[in-house]
């Protein structure tokens, strides 16, 4: 769903602190999964979803998949309505695309982070979905978000998949330069990614050094679990934080609340 400042605007905000985000793989589970998952990651504070992930899930599935996470939250947004005790613009929350290409789409999103993998070796993820990609885009009238997209070491799959260069901790000055570039190029947010399932998170520094470039908006992800990993990228500098992992392996809808709740409050801990 639409916040009513448009979505742009509402990512771009930072009053609200460092916020979360539920990344929803439409791939690995039923749509009625990923819609009770979304509405436990709601509940427990995360304030975006994202939708995407594996480079093989077909448009119909990952289409179902917005649309009844649209409708589930179009529901709680009714319900509200009803109760004067409850909060409407709470389930005001973007479902926004994260693809791995051209053909994860879906008119029924808010929104696409359109990526550009800049430490990718080859055209295909520089610019070549994404050519593939904007005549849909304009036609189902999605917002494409200009985001620039960095993996880090480990990097996983999207490292592996994406030919990347990966960055090392080390690199600061590096880091420093991909930001400069991203904002020369008028993107507004930077995507740190350390891989889904990764084994160590963006170093800090790295975010630090992205951080330099003040008006980008940092979204942090990959390998992130507990609260305290949240707490030092947010203490960095990140704006967002994305997991996925930490749903997808949860037991039941409890433990997917309770992980939830303890990185939001991990990354709202944050003074920066
Ligand atoms: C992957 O950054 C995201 O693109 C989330 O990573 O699955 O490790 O939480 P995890």
Redesign the pocket.
Known sequence: MLPDEGLLNYILDRSQGCRHIT?IDPGKQSTEIATRRAIAAVEAGSRMIFIG?STNTPDEVVHATCKSIQEAFELQIFAASQDPTSDEDMWKIPVVL?PGGAHALSPSADGITFMMLMNSNIRKFLIGEQLRGAPFLKKFGVEALPTGYLVFSPGGK?GEVGEADLIESDQLDLVNSYALTAEMFGFKILYL??????STQVNPNCIKSARRVEELCLIV?????TGQQAAKAANAGANWI?????T?DAKNLDEIHQRISEVVAGAQSSSS
């Open positions: 990344l992930g994260f999207v990614e350390a891989g889904s399932g990764a992800g990959g390998g992130i679990r994305v997991t996925g992992t930490l997808e």
